[in-house]
């Protein structure tokens, strides 16, 4: 994989794996009803239990790191798509991969981006990540940090 320089000097990798909802790609009615009912209760009530349940994202990731795709993209906005990330990384040497992830806007309005921050920090079972954005920009409130 090639590597593209940010102006700072830091290189990151060029091609990443965005990790959304993989579980909903498989096939079958049945499947797709019972993926879809796990996803709501991640949505709803974060319930982990739930998020262990994507059957994709265990070898997704093993191809990737094999393939040397290491740059990882989540968000908090994505249910619990942190944790599940975290929870199949924690297989790899942290120096290995970089994660990318996001204040979501549900943080954003309440002024809270670091509690959002320590709360992905958790989820992903590392103490920092790569890069952390805005998942989009609310212009009717100004972030003080």
């Known amino acids: 994989m090639n590597r593209i320089k940010l102006a700072n000097g830091y290189e990151i990798p060029d091609l990443c794996f965005g990790t959304d909802s993989t579980s909903l790609r498989s096939k079958g009615l049945k499947r797709k009803f019972d993926n879809f009912k796990c996803m709501v209760k991640i949505w709803i009530d974060r319930n982990r239990y739930y998020a262990t349940k994507d059957l994709y994202l265990p070898q ?6 094999r393939m040397g795709i290491n740059l990882f993209d989540t968000s908090r906005a994505y249910g619990a798509s942190e944790f599940n990330l975290g929870q199949n990384l924690k297989y790899y040497k942290r120096e290995d991969y970089f994660i990318v992830t996001k204040v979501s806007n549900t943080y954003q309005f309440k002024d809270a981006v670091e509690e959002c921050l320590e709360l992905s920090l958790k989820d992903l079972g590392t103490d920092f990540v790569d890069v952390y954005l805005l998942h989009w920009p609310v212009p ?3 972030l003080n940090h």
Do not use: A, Q
């Open 60 to 65: 997704s990731i093993k191809e990737c790191m």
């Open 140 to 142: 009717t409130i100004g």
